[in-house]
Structure formats: C-alpha cells, structure tokens
C-alpha cells in the first residue's frame, strides 16, 4: 500500500512537470501567423509583455515588452529576462501599454546573428516597399493593423525626448520631418501625405549597420482597431 502511494506521488509530480514544461514550450513556439497569440502562457514567464508584433515578409514575429526598472533593460536582455547580446523588443515607460499615444516606439537590434529587426531594411528596396507594408499588433484584448508609410535614416536621437508629442505642434513637427526625411533618405508612401496629429503611429527604431551615430525608423499608421478602443484626446494650443 505504501508503495502504491508513492507511485501515485511520483505520478502526480510528473504530470505537474508535464503541464508546466508545456507551457514554458508554448511560449517560447508562439507565432502570430496563426493568428492568436496566448497572452497567459507569455505572462507565466514574463508579465512584462504586453503585446506581440507581426510584420509580414520582414521576419519580425516577436513579444513586447516594457520594464518597470530602465527603459534600456531589454536592449541587452531577451524576453525571459536572460542577459542576450540581440536583446528584445522593447517600447519605453513614456509609452502607454494600450498604444494610445501619437507615437509609439519600438525599440530593435538590426545588427547580429539573432537581430529582431535587420528584416525591417527590406523597406528600402522598392519593390518590397510597393508590396508590403501590413503591420500587426497583439493585444491581450485586441489586434491592430498598421501601414508601413515611411523608412528613412537619421542622426541617432530619441524621438520620445526631442518632440512634444503630445502638443499638437509638437506631433506636426514630427510628421513634417518623418515626411522629408523618408524622401531624402529613404521611402513614403503615396496616398499617406495627409498624415495628421489625429492619427495613431507605430515606429520602429533600431541601429545602422554602416554608422553607429545613425538610427533607421520605419513608421506606420494605424488603419484598423478591431476593438475600438484607441482613443486620445490631442491639445491644440
């Protein structure tokens, strides 16, 4: 009977080990290409992921994330939180995690053997900008499409520290200065030249392989919320 008890024991442990590396699996496997991405499973590892990115054809199929300790935490450590030399993706505390502000950051490495966002570089070969362009976030609660409009390099800088981007003036300026850097430097989209401080941004930064004081941006504006929950209020002054 004693011996029955244990292997019952020793039965229930392993299953327990079972579920558990399981679900560590199904984190680590997610991909937005089957359209759903299992927030609760991400969290059991990391709570600091808020969202996931999909960006089609650029190979960029990852977690977000956004530390509560330095906005620079995930340049150098992965989404488990173990020290990586690709780091993760990763938006700053000025961010909102519901993706409500004007613009919103997402910070990349492009330069690596595991870079997260080298594929974004496809933008600036006409054809690929022509053809692609679609761009989806993953909420807990929703899932939000996005158009590439804009690729250009600049001087590194922070974008969320030198523009006012909850000024009107501040977000005009910005879209001013995306639109003339993308046709000096890069691509913009016909059809997006009315681009507003109403509308929503998601832009990507991530490094110059070619010149470490350059930073290259690729942005996009919001087209779709399916859940129809991102909304702000804009300040004109």
Known sequence: MKRCRLSVIALMLGMVVMVTGCASKQAKIQTATRGR????ALAETNPEVFAWIYVPGADVDFPVLQSAESDTYYE???WQKNESESGSL???MANLMNLCDFNTIIHGKSVGEEAMLSGLYHFQEENFFNQNGQVY???PDNVLTYEVISCYTEERHSILRDYDLVDFRGCEQYIEDMQQLSQETGRYREGWEAVTPYHFLL???TDCPDDVDKQYVVSAVLVKDAAGTIKRTVYEY
């Open 76 to 78: 150098d450590h992965d």
């Open 37 to 40: 991405i299992d927030f609760e």
């Open 137 to 139: 976030l993953y909420l």
């Open 90 to 92: 990763y938006t700053e």
């Open 203 to 205: 832009s990507f930064v």
